[in-house]
């Protein structure tokens, strides 16, 4: 098979097109570069489209003969999607939609769909199993549950064979190059602070958890990667099962702990500042990953001190915080 990754040039896509091509798997990346680094995906096809731009996106389908989708373009940050719905939806649904579009125009025979632990929201149980009712708190999540929605609605009427990705905290980085450039997720935004030699921020401790922090399922992205391989090599071998499956570590770190590790990694005295709560921050979201393991033959092999390190070493320098 010979797969397009859309977002291919992005942090988590990156590593997806390196995973991906090191198992031999044929790869030519479609990717906006509004985030994207094209050095990243140097020596792979490179087609500079959104996927919003459907004509385009089908002829690169067409032109490249890609016979399977990566999924990986999205807009992806809980917060700003509450301040920033339409461009949540705009992108994640209706870029979804004309891809599928294309894609179904084009015969494209399977398909990998990135989707999110937020379809959750705030689970009832941890770990969570991908069973689990999907009730989002953020329009982020929304648009996951109606992206894995429009996925298997049209393999249902295309006779497409898909997976739903449901990716937990990815973090860490296989090189400086690969390393997120964008990112707003917990151990950036606590590199940044500590770079700036402010304290990082804790929201909430109060939660009903051990210390009374977040509790959340970081997983690192080489090892996220190696999900999409088996997933994509599961597609290609037939037709798949067309379920969501869990894509995490299996075990839950809090946010304090995250934090006083990271600060320990990059020799900081900076002790966590705790905050107020944030509104929709779920006490904890841990994986279920017996589904992966089962299906997909993968488990993550990367511990969470590993995967720190490596998201600092990739780091090219601090940046400015946030505000103190």
């Known amino acids: 098979m010979r797969w397009l990754v859309t977002g291919g040039a992005g942090y988590l896509g990156a590593h997806v097109v390196a995973a991906m091509a090191a198992a031999g798997q044929d790869v ?14 140097a020596g792979h096809p490179l087609v500079v489209s959104s996927v919003l731009d459907q004509d385009a996106v089908a002829d690169a389908l067409t032109g490249a003969g890609i016979t399977g989708i990566v999924h990986l373009a999205a807009k992806k940050t809980a917060p700003e999607s509450l301040a920033r719905p339409l461009d949540y939806y705009r ?23 990135t989707s999110s632990a937020a379809v959750y929201g705030t689970p009832e149980a941890s770990p969570v199993g991908e069973d689990a009712p999907c009730r989002p708190v ?14 298997a609605d049209v393999a249902r009427t295309t006779g497409m064979s898909f997976l739903n990705l449901r990716c937990f905290n990815v973090a860490g980085a296989a090189s400086r190059l690969l390393a997120d450039t964008h990112g707003q997720d917990l ?74 590790l990271i600060a ?61």
């Open 187 to 260: 151990l950036q935004q606590v590199a940044d602070r500590l770079d700036a030699g402010v304290a990082p921020l804790v929201f909430g401790g109060d939660h009903p958890t051990p210390d009374g922090s977040c509790v959340r399922d970081f997983v690192d992205v080489r090892d996220v990667a190696d999900a999409y391989v088996a997933a994509a090599e599961l597609l290609a071998s037939g037709p798949a099962p067309g379920l969501a499956v869990n894509i995490g570590r299996g075990a839950g770190v809090s946010v304090l702990e995250m934090c006083r």
């Open 138 to 151: 953020n329009p982020y999540g929304e648009t996951k549950v109606v992206g894995e929605w429009l996925v």
């Open 28 to 41: 030519v990346v479609l990717d906006d570069l509004s985030t994207g680094v094209p050095d990243r995906v």
């Open 264 to 324: 320990a990694e990059a020799s900081s005295d900076l002790a966590p500042r705790v905050v107020e709560r944030r509104a929709g921050d779920p006490p904890a979201v841990v994986a279920d990953v017996d589904r992966a393991r089962r299906l997909l033959g993968w488990h993550p092999r990367r511990e969470v001190r590993e995967m720190v390190r490596s998201a600092l070493a990739g780091r090219a320098g601090g940046r400015p915080a946030p505000g103190a």
């Open 91 to 113: 992108q994640n649904v209706e870029g979804l939609r004309r891809l599928l579009a294309a894609a179904a125009a084009t015969g494209v025979r399977a398909f990998a769909f």
